[in-house]
């Protein structure tokens, strides 16, 4: 019988805090699609200012902040966009940009550490003589982390080079920063400077701060007013949003701060991970652990993650042979040891069911 369940599958999972209802419950409301929900209006308000920018507008998911912000920039038929191989937009978010956008893309490799090199994005720019045959290049997309590179943070210095290429082109520079506190705080670098050479950034609020929904985007007025048309548009237009506004903003000020600790924890299980036979960890920056299971154990990892589950640890299989666990504020230190000491049976087990 389980008696206790820790969630490692993503934070996305998180419930919300009693402070989270608190302000929930007594949230100041009005209809948000006309443009008077305070509660909204002061969500927006401390994000364009965390991040540097003029304007913020809040969106239902991270996914609708990515595609608004893309449509927003390639608002004219034929244009493309160069982002990573490995990225959030090109494989999980249903192609959107083009089956909704009509935006075509224009992949270029994603290293081991998230980064695309920057000579291989300026090759990807299509030279505007070849209009009669070629899209028109208008956006680059970064994503920090970088999700599916294990959670790793991208510099400002590469997020400014990758700026300042743009600019050269003329084309604009979208952050997909679902996690850039994350980044932040791994970093050490203020939020604000991290994005200070993107167009856009897209942030979630509820992956790693805990928040129960929402992303925001944040750019500059202009983009921001176009954003918020295409928001009604897609049918994001929320009236008394400011409910979970509200839970947003306690998120914002509660949560940022113990995003370290999340990663510290991150590492914790990592090192003992690291110090199992058969189980090789990816380098750790922020709260995405990667583990590889070695040839020779032979379990595959949706064997594992079974027999984890029969513990009350849930992870998520990444591939036959990679497991993925992500850290939230949910988590505790003891809940880490706990995992761990789940993984030693499950690898254990698996090995004797398979007579090794
Ligand atoms: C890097 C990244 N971008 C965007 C998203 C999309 O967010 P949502 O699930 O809110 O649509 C996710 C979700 O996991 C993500 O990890």
Do not use: W
Request: proline fraction near 3%; include cysteine.
């Amino acid at each position: 019988m389980v008696t206790r369940t820790v969630d490692l599958r993503s934070d996305t999972v998180t419930k919300p805090t009693e402070a989270m209802r608190a302000a929930m419950a007594t949230a100041e409301v009005d209809d948000d699609v006309l443009g008077y929900d305070p509660t909204a209006f002061r969500l927006e308000t401390e994000m364009a200012k965390r991040m540097g920018k003029e304007a913020a507008l809040f969106v239902p998911s991270g996914t609708m902040g990515n595609l608004i912000s893309v449509l927003t920039h390639c608002d004219i038929r034929g244009s493309e966009v160069i982002l990573g191989d490995n990225c959030h937009i090109f494989i999980y978010e249903n192609g959107g940009i083009s089956t909704i956008g009509g935006v075509h893309p224009r992949t270029v490799k994603n290293n081991s550490d998230g980064t695309m090199d920057l000579d291989l994005i300026e090759a990807a720019i299509r030279d505007p003589s070849g209009e009669i045959v070629y899209p028109t290049t208008r956006l680059i997309c970064l994503e920090n982390t970088h999700a599916n590179s294990g959670g790793k943070c991208l510099s400002a210095e590469y997020t400014d080079q990758v700026g300042e290429l743009a600019k050269k082109h003329d084309l604009k520079l979208h952050i997909d920063g679902a996690r850039i506190f994350n980044s932040s705080v791994a970093l050490g670098v203020p939020v604000d400077r991290l994005v200070r050479a993107a167009d856009s950034v897209s942030v979630c609020l509820s992956k790693g701060i805990g928040a129960p929904v929402g992303s925001v985007i944040v750019g500059s007025k202009s983009f921001i007013a176009k954003a918020r048309r295409l928001r009604k548009t897609l049918g994001g237009g929320m009236r008394q949003v400011g409910v979970i506004a509200a839970a947003a903003l306690v998120a914002l000020q509660e949560n940022v701060g113990k995003l370290e600790s999340d990663h510290k924890k991150a590492r914790l299980l990592a090192d003992g991970l690291n110090e199992m036979k058969g189980l090789r960890v990816d380098p750790v920056e922020t709260n995405i652990v990667y583990v590889e299971i070695e040839e020779g154990l032979h379990i595959s990892a949706g064997k594992i993650v079974k027999n984890l589950e029969e513990r009350g640890i849930l992870v998520m299989d990444a591939s036959p042979s990679r497991i993925r666990i992500v850290l939230h504020h949910q988590i505790s230190a003891s809940d880490v040891q706990y995992a761990l000491s789940c993984f030693q049976h499950a690898v254990k087990g698996g090995q004797s069911e398979n007579g090794n």
